[in-house]
């Protein structure tokens, strides 16, 4: 028999518990065999809780007065709203609307399953809340976190804590997960990471939104991403394709940190980079020495081993030497490194001073050459008060750990100095070309070709003023140098 009971008093052995059903337009129905005891009754058979929009079913049932509650046992089962919720078993709480499902509690709705070993099911809600691990599939992707909160209503749901999720081709993983069904946006936030597993890159940020019918992320906040050859960080990352959109104190490394960029925006590709925006770029040799290169715009391109990097427009040098130019561009591979510094090329460092219209650097392990091109003046410091000055077409130094070589040609001029003990002074030679070896700072076997003038002048004699016109000419060519905000302008080379 099957009996439907309301809020009647003829209903004695259920009165309390019917009571607060109906308060809150709830019914129970019911058919098997009626235990009681002191404190509790037994219903043994078949048991439906049902409110408008929920229903609870089970074998068994033991209620309670103090506190009202029901617990359920034997196929338990909770539906509300197109979702099926089932559990070993339940305790219903009718006064505050609440079911609580206990034990292999799985959640089956047509966008997959959940599952958890407890959910608590609030009516007024109509949220279903897990404290303990959960997993499961919706909408197409896995998931699982420490904890989750399912919106029955509108089938969103938040993970929460080591919250993971993933499809074919995406990972993701954040302490916090929300899934917007509506919109099909998965918004993550807290040490939010994604792993494109296809392209091996990895994204991370302090928030990461990503469109799930098209695996792009459509906004994100603080982030950072890692591929094979990179790290990158910005405030705002957006894959486009295979390339990478940034916004906001973007920094572009090598996986080594050998090279760090940054700037305000830039745009990254497989091979390729464009960055804008009072770009900074650090490139530290083997050696960990330093080179610091400022310009408005930044490109780069990578071809097999070969990196290529330009720098334009009125760039800045600081670091292992300063300078500055209307452009720069380095070709680096893994043995050698070139710089080629183009238009109102400048450049220094302690001991030695360079200005052409194109300045060249090449590097490898054994060798340094430096190429100054089309008015072109080299000044060297070989000891306090020893400047040694060469003016020419072309200027050419060679450099290797025991020995250097300079060589001039095209109109050229020298003031060296002679540090032989016996005969130190300086010489002031004008020639075709000429040429000068170099020990030890000190500078010796000078040669030249074609018609040569020469003047010796012994250091009791020397006549200094050869130095005012080139402290003239440095201090002209240093108003040249365009400052980025908050750079220092270049130390005077030549110290008094």
């Not at 691990?133 to 992707?141: D, H, P, V």
Request: net charge positive; aromatic share 8%.
């Amino acid at each position: 028999m099957i009996r439907t009971i309301f809020s009647t008093k003829g209903a004695f052995s259920l009165f309390f518990f019917i009571l607060v059903l109906h308060s809150n337009a709830q019914q129970i129905f019911w058919k098997g065999k009626e235990l009681k005891s002191a404190d509790h009754k037994t219903i043994d058979g078949e048991i439906e809780l049902r409110n408008p929009e929920d229903t609870i079913k089970a074998r068994h049932a033991d209620i309670y007065q103090n506190p009202k509650r029901a617990i359920l046992k034997g196929d338990f089962t909770l539906r509300s709203n197109g979702m099926v919720v089932t559990g070993d078993s339940g305790i219903y709480y009718p006064s505050k609307k609440l079911a609580n499902v206990i034990g292999n509690a799985v959640i089956n709705s047509a966008e997959g399953a959940i599952k958890s070993n407890a959910f608590m099911y609030d009516m007024n809600t109509k949220i279903l809340t897990s404290n303990s691990f959960t997993s499961g599939t919706a909408n197409g992707i896995r998931f699982k976190s420490d904890r989750c909160i399912i919106f029955s209503g509108s089938r969103n749901l938040r993970l929460i804590g080591h919250a993971e999720w993933e499809n074919d081709t995406v990972k993701g993983i954040a302490d916090t997960i929300y899934l917007d069904k509506s919109t099909n946006l998965l918004k993550m936030s807290k040490k939010a990471r994604i792993i494109f597993k296809k392209k091996n890159d990895e994204i991370a940020g302090k928030m990461i939104e990503i469109d799930l019918k098209t695996n792009k992320i459509s906004r994100s906040a603080g982030t950072q991403v890692t591929r094979k050859d990179v790290k990158i960080k910005a405030k705002e990352i957006i894959p486009t394709g295979d390339d990478y959109l940034l916004k906001g104190d973007v920094e572009i490394a090598s996986t080594d940190s050998a090279i760090i960029s940054s700037g305000q925006k830039a745009v990254l590709g497989k091979k390729a980079m464009d960055m804008e925006g009072s770009t900074k770029t650090r490139i530290m040799d083997k050696e960990k020495k330093e080179l610091f290169i400022y310009s408005p715009f930044l490109t780069s391109r990578k071809e097999d081993s070969v990196e290529r990097y330009n720098f334009f427009h009125k760039i800045n040098i600081r670091g292992q030497f300063d300078g500055y130019g209307d452009s720069l561009s380095i070709i680096k591979t893994p043995k050698s490194k070139e710089i080629f510094l183009v238009r109102n090329a400048h450049i220094q460092n302690d001991s030695m001073y360079i200005e052409a219209d194109t300045i060249e650097i090449y590097k490898d392990s054994l060798v340094e050459i430096i190429r100054a091109k089309r008015n072109s003046m080299m000044v060297m410091i070989t000891k306090p008060k020893r400047v040694n000055l060469i003016t020419a077409a072309y200027i050419q130094l060679t450099k290797t750990d025991s020995v250097s070589e300079m060589y001039a040609v095209g109109d050229s001029e020298s003031f060296l100095w002679n540090d032989e003990k016996s005969n130190v002074g300086i010489n002031n030679t004008k020639s075709p070309s000429q040429k000068a070896i170099i020990k030890k700072k000190k500078i010796s076997k000078v040669t030249t070709k074609g018609v040569t003038q020469s003047n010796f002048q012994p250091i009791q004699k020397i006549d200094y003023g050869y130095l005012n016109p080139i402290s003239l000419k440095l201090k002209e060519s240093y108003k040249k140098d365009t400052l980025p905000p908050n750079l220092k302008p270049i130390k005077f080379f030549l110290k008094k």
